[in-house]
């Protein structure tokens, strides 16, 4: 019972050796390694030697399929390409095996030693995170020790022998366990090392290992498929894909795998070797033979999952895919996107008011009344998918942008309230009595919107790509706007004096009108303050009159 039990405690412990090191270069890499693969995706041998070049640095291709599978839901990516990109990143997952069947053991001690020190010393920092890989890799290697010695001492079990050996009569089963075993560890990386550390030492027979390496593939494709069976169909389109490419693999080889066991091994010199040059014999002919096959594939795969029709209502979170919150940068990313469509409903607000105004449409107010529930569920939205992602799993960078698109969506949310309630009052006090502006007031409420939706779209501009120069020209039309409704408030007065009938009618209004969107344009204005703090562009305090003339110095939001 101990054995069984330090054995169990190996394989533990190697499936989560395999989980720190993903992770951990994801956190260190995860926004170079998309860039990398969106770069690197232009034909088909390229895609393919990306996804190799990504998956064995990641050790996961399920991780490189749902990068790929977000840029294939942004449309950035064409589904062939992707398809390409995931039969490379099974071969990326084979050589890690092979590298991994080495006797590295002697490696575990520096890497948890050196890892340990570097993740103690500088926990938030990127050599704390590589110190976290090196304490992943660390484990791995002291796991595959712990797995082959916890085995040989329970396949001396006459029970756990008449088990094992009930296994090679039955090929079925055997794929079955390893396509369990690889869902089961979220890794088949680890499953393969697993398998060939047991037939290393007899536990179990080289036929049997060469069953569970092919169902541990067949186990990864389908891994894949049930952690984006949430999201859009445009995402789920790219593991059904490549799951479609293991099935054909799996039952074309599987027949043929009693060959390999009677002609290779010989040339092998031992057990372990043969299964992971099976693995990644089995990955590269799967590769090679089937890369001209991935337009086939996709029109299949399109026509068993079709795109749905566009749907009509805005309030539904386009980008958000859950599969993505196990990569936090990708995550980021979908938030970002998100961020961008709400902003995107929010400037049909801001555009529409005008309208309102000038047409008198009671239609459109209200329809634009209920874009801000669309505006507040979208908000909701994101901010419920933000917290889901670790800010632990986050480094510096991202967790900045994390902030920013709290503080961003925050804003964008502010902005649709006062919008609703501008139109209300419209509504109320100027529409439904029949008034209306002066020429001269009309004029200056054109001017300030006009200034609103440029605003508008420069901080999108700057919350998408966070210039310092787009934050300084966004902050100096803060100044420009205030100043211009003081001058129009000013001016406003004047015709009051003059007696004119249009502005004495609806004088409280306009000057509510103009005092609003001073008050939206603020917010918007506000995606500046981040970014100019980070270039150390802003002054401490307005207080202070030392203060260089030059630097600038967040304003309130009046």
């Avoid at 300084?472 to 039309?477: A, G, Q």
């Avoid at 981040?530 to 307005?542: K, M, Q, T, V, W």
Wanted: overall charge neutral; aromatic content about 4%.
């Amino acid at each position: 019972m101990q054995h069984l039990l330090n054995l169990l405690a190996a394989i533990a412990l190697l499936v989560w050796g395999t989980h720190t090191v993903r992770t951990g270069i994801l956190r260190v890499f995860g926004t170079n390694l998309r860039q990398v693969l969106a770069r690197s995706i232009r034909n088909r041998g390229t895609a393919m030697a990306s996804g190799i070049a990504v998956t064995a640095l990641v050790q996961s291709s399920t991780a490189t399929a749902l990068i790929v599978a977000s840029f294939v839901g942004q449309g950035l990516v064409k589904l062939p390409l992707a398809l390409a990109v995931m039969l490379g990143a099974d071969v990326g997952t084979s050589l890690m095996a092979v590298v991994f069947s080495f006797d590295l053991s002697w490696l575990s001690p520096l890497f948890i030693l050196v890892g340990v020190v570097l993740f103690i010393a500088r926990p938030a920092t990127d050599a704390g995170r590589i110190g976290r890989i090196l304490i992943g890799l660390g484990l791995m290697l002291l796991a595959l020790r712990l797995v082959s010695a916890s085995a040989a001492a329970v396949t001396q079990s006459s029970a756990v022998k008449a088990m094992l050996g009930s296994l090679g009569s039955d090929l079925l089963l055997e794929i079955t366990l390893g396509a369990v075993l690889a869902i089961v560890a979220y890794s088949s990386l680890a499953i393969v090392l697993l398998t060939a550390t047991l037939a290393a030492s007899g536990a179990v027979s080289l036929d049997v290992a060469l069953g569970l390496v092919l169902g541990a593939n067949l186990g990864s494709g389908l891994l894949a498929v049930l952690t984006t069976a949430r999201s859009a169909v445009e995402v789920r389109q790219v593991p059904l894909g490549n799951l479609v490419f293991k099935v054909i693999g799996v039952a074309t080889i599987a027949p043929l795998a009693g060959l390999w066991s009677h002609h290779a091994r010989p040339a092998l010199g031992d057990d372990a070797t043969a299964v992971v040059l099976f693995h990644l014999g089995f990955n590269a002919a799967v590769a090679v033979l089937l890369l001209g096959f991935t337009q086939v594939a996709a029109g299949w795969v399109q026509q068993c999952l079709p795109p749905p029709e566009p749907a009509p209502a805005a309030g539904r979170p386009h980008h958000l895919d859950p599969s993505a919150l196990a990569t936090p940068s990708l995550a980021i990313a979908c938030a970002t996107r998100e961020a961008l469509h709400q902003a995107d409903v929010v400037e049909t607000m801001v555009r529409g008011l005008l309208q309102v105004i000038q047409r008198n449409d009671l239609r459109l107010a209200q329809e634009l009344r209920q874009l801000d529930d669309t505006v507040d569920a979208l908000y909701s939205a994101i901010k419920y998918y933000l917290t889901k992602i670790s800010r632990e799993a986050l480094a510096e960078a991202e967790s900045r942008r994390w902030a920013d698109i709290i503080s961003f969506t925050i804003n964008m949310e502010q902005i649709g309230d006062i919008v609703e309630r501008v139109i209300t009052d419209i509504e109320d006090k100027k529409i439904r009595k029949g008034y209306s502006f002066s020429q001269a007031g009309m004029a200056e409420i054109c001017e300030l919107h006009a200034r609103l939706v440029g605003n508008l779209r420069l901080s999108m501009g700057v919350f998408l790509h966070g210039t310092e120069r787009d934050a300084r020209k966004l902050l100096e039309e803060k100044a420009r706007f205030r100043d211009l409704e003081r001058a129009y408030a000013g001016t406003h007065l004047a015709r009051l004096r003059n007696n004119t009938a249009q502005s004495i009618e609806t004088s409280s209004l306009h000057i509510d009108l103009i005092s609003e969107l001073k008050r939206i344009n603020s917010h918007i204005c506000s995606m500046a303050y981040p970014i100019l703090e980070s270039a150390g562009a802003l002054a401490p305090s307005r207080l202070q009159a030392a203060a260089s003339s030059t630097a600038l110095a967040p304003a309130d939001l009046g």
